[in-house]
């Protein structure tokens, strides 16, 4: 089996190239294990200082049998389940696609 690695990065982007950032240590996350495939995600915390705006980058890992002609689709989605949310300015939902061919 010819194995090969995908990885498709998702991020909300900041307002300021030059802002300075705080980032949290990436966590790996398995989402699938069979014989055919192994999908990841990493995550990590950004804080925007100069903005006072945190953001979330999710890093999709794909590794398997992936022919040049397929064509990869990633769905995601998630809520918050934390109490302390409660402005309505809040995303406390989301998904997203990610279409790589």
Not at 35 to 56: H, K, M, P
Not at 91 to 101: F, G, M, N, P, Q
């Amino acid at each position: 089996m010819n194995l090969k690695t995908l990885a498709a990065v998702g991020l909300l982007t900041t307002v300021d190239a030059s802002s300075v950032m705080r980032k949290s240590l990436v966590e790996e996350h398995n989402i699938l294990l069979t014989t055919a495939f192994r999908w990841d995600i990493d995550t990590q915390g950004i804080f925007d200082e100069d903005y006072g705006v945190n953001y979330i980058r999710l890093t999709h890992k794909l590794t398997g049998d992936i022919l040049p002609t397929d064509i990869i689709t990633f769905d995601l989605a998630f809520d918050s389940k934390s109490a302390l949310v409660s402005k309505t300015d809040v995303i406390t939902t989301d998904s997203a696609r990610c279409e790589v061919k």
